[in-house]
């Protein structure tokens, strides 16, 4: 008990240590690139390799794309692409469908180049891609 709550502390501490707001003129020099239009295409071929089914996946676009800047924390370095909100449910080893969770992909130059939500990080990154949704215009159940 006394080791959880430990840890407890120290991944509080380490998410208070993020730097601090970019300036209007360190967002200016960032380049996003045009904006994607095949957006939908290289999401999908991106989760294609990350997903249990991706034949049987369901993904749903709820929004962007759009330019979306993520500042750096101790736990993950910067990120900015235009950004796309989706709601993913993929069926889990068993088969079974697991349920819809947020995932926000960032796209830069025609690939996903950073993503919220999935993989070892899913805990902490499906934080990060309800608050990102909502920046995008979507409230992420």
Same mark, same amino acid.
């Given at each position: 008990?006394?080791?959880?709550?430990?840890?407890?502390?120290?991944?509080?501490?380490?998410?208070?240590?993020?730097?601090?707001?970019?300036?209007?003129? $360190?967002?200016?020099?960032? /380049?996003?690139?045009?904006?994607?239009?095949?957006?939908?295409?290289?999401?999908? /071929?991106?989760?294609?390799?990350?997903?249990? $089914?991706?034949?049987?996946? +369901?993904?749903?676009?709820?929004?962007?794309?759009?330019?979306?800047?993520?500042? $750096?924390?101790? +736990?993950?370095?910067?990120?900015? &692409?235009?950004?796309?909100?989706?709601?993913?449910?993929?069926? /889990?080893?068993?088969?079974?469908?697991?349920?819809?969770?947020?995932?926000?992909?960032?796209?830069?130059? &025609?690939?996903?180049?950073?993503?919220?939500?999935?993989? =070892?990080?899913?805990?902490?990154?499906?934080?990060?891609?309800?608050?990102?949704?909502?920046? =995008?215009?979507?409230?992420?159940?």
């Amino acid at each position: 008990m006394r080791f959880l709550a430990a840890t407890w502390v120290a991944l509080a501490l380490l998410a208070g240590c993020q730097s601090p707001l970019p300036t209007r003129e $360190e967002l200016a020099v960032l /380049d996003y690139g045009p904006r994607p239009e095949d957006y939908e295409k290289i999401v999908r /071929d991106y989760l294609r390799t990350r997903l249990v $089914e991706p034949d049987f996946a +369901l993904i749903e676009f709820k929004a962007g794309p759009k330019p979306l800047y993520q500042k $750096e924390t101790v +736990l993950r370095a910067r990120q900015y &692409g235009w950004a796309v909100c989706v709601m993913i449910n993929d069926k /889990d080893r068993r088969g079974a469908y697991e349920g819809f969770y947020p995932m926000v992909l960032y796209i830069r130059d &025609g690939k996903v180049v950073a993503a919220n939500g999935d993989g =070892l990080e899913r805990a902490a990154g499906v934080r990060y891609a309800h608050a990102q949704c909502r920046e =995008l215009g979507y409230d992420a159940p």
